[in-house]
């Protein structure tokens, strides 16, 4: 099926066309970020202007990439929720008019279940695994025994991991967003010279909590106002950026031993840091486990994700109508009663 993905959820304006949800013949990712990061974050009524403003130029686009015409569009998958109101229902009217328009059936496809799906537009990876969300917005474990079906294991209490690099490197005098300056600086810092805390490591929980990391980036700042020199900084970075890391690597492998699980899936924008990813990698290959990451532009928003389960409900006869709307929060578990009917 030839369907064409619309992702509206936070600050990117993203369309893709992707065939038999696999194979991605355009990819298209129009961002924000400058138009936000005067204010140093998310602006939702100026991220949902931006995708109106932004929204047709990338559809025109994502079909000239693809060199289709809206007439060889067989579906339209769009992202339906977690995200901000105002900005989901930009994708999703246009994903409506469209389907009305050229009378072809729509699907509204979750953000996270869209980042889990992303690594199989590089390779197929067997069920079940145990598959880390690690975003901006999310910082999730869960046992995945198919597309549409989720359990969680666990996850964060407080700040998701994404936001607590965003905030560090708030704290630090970085710019907006944080997340990939902290990685930057990081990569020539002492990652042991500051023993941050693990938070809930040893809590026997697959949760994670990242406030008090924070806060505790903040009392070390307090107390060496030093900070400002350029290998300080990086060092800071750099130990911030492990416990991080040491927290992440260890539920994730402990939540898939306990699981009896082999196989391991890490998704979302926190996905593209390279300390993780090595880290990740590093604790697959001993534990002999099959570990699957996709590549960058895949782990951040995009599209052609989202076409993922969009082809695989549709081609199943599970599709929305014109009454859909906006889901700001939708857990993934609630996924499964979509087979139900
Ligand atoms: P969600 O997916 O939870 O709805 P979102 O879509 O806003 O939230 P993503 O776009 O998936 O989040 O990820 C963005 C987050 O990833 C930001 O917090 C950003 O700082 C973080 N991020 C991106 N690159 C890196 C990196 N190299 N290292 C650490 N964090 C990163
Ligand atoms: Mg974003
Ligand atoms: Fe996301």
Redesign the pocket.
């Known amino acids: 099926m030839l369907l064409l993905s619309i992702e509206t959820?936070?600050?990117?304006t993203a369309a893709a066309v992707v065939r038999d949800g696999r194979t991605i013949l355009s990819n298209v990712v129009a961002t924000q970020i400058r138009d936000h990061a005067e204010y140093g974050g998310?602006v939702p009524e100026i991220a949902s202007r931006k995708h109106l403003e932004m929204i047709p130029v990338v559809i025109a686009e994502a079909l000239r990439g693809a060199d289709v015409s809206i007439d060889g569009i067989e579906g339209v998958a769009v992202t339906q929720g977690?995200?901000l109101a105002g900005a989901l229902l930009v994708g999703i009217s246009l994903a409506k008019a469209i389907a009305f328009a050229r009378g072809i059936p729509i699907v509204g496809v979750n953000?996270?279940e869209g980042?889990l799906s992303a690594i199989f537009l590089e390779r197929p990876v067997e069920f079940p695994f145990v598959a880390l969300?690690?975003?901006?917005?999310?910082t999730h474990l869960y046992r995945v025994d198919g597309i549409g079906r989720y359990t969680t294991l666990g996850q964060t209490l407080d700040d998701?991991?994404?936001?607590a690099?965003?905030k560090v490197?708030k704290l630090l005098g970085l710019p907006y967003?944080?997340?990939?300056e902290?990685?930057?600086l990081a990569a020539a810092g002492d990652p042991e010279r500051i023993p941050f805390p693990r938070p809930l490591l040893h809590d026997g929980s697959y949760n994670f909590s990242f406030s008090g990391l924070k806060t505790a980036v903040l009392t070390h700042l307090k107390k060496h106002p030093d900070y400002s020199s350029e290998q300080n900084l990086r060092d800071i970075c750099a130990s911030f950026?492990r416990a991080v890391c040491d927290v992440l690597v260890a539920k994730t492998f402990q939540a898939a031993e306990a699981a009896g699980v082999e196989r391991v899936v890490m998704?979302?924008?926190?996905?593209?840091?390279?300390?993780?990813r090595r880290a990740m990698t590093a604790a697959a290959a001993r534990r002999g486990m099959e570990l699957s990451i996709p590549a960058?532009p895949l782990?951040?928003?995009n599209a052609a994700m989202i076409a993922v389960p969009g082809d695989y409900y549709l081609t199943r006869g599970i599709r929305g109508d014109l009454s859909l709307d906006a889901l700001v929060s939708w857990p993934l578990d609630t996924l499964k009663t979509r087979f139900a009917s």
């Open positions: 959820s936070c600050d990117e998310v977690p995200g953000h996270i980042h969300a690690v975003s901006g917005g999310h998701a991991a994404g936001e690099f965003d490197a967003p944080g997340g990939v902290v990685d930057r950026q998704a979302g924008g926190v996905a593209c840091n390279s300390a993780l960058p782990c951040s928003d």
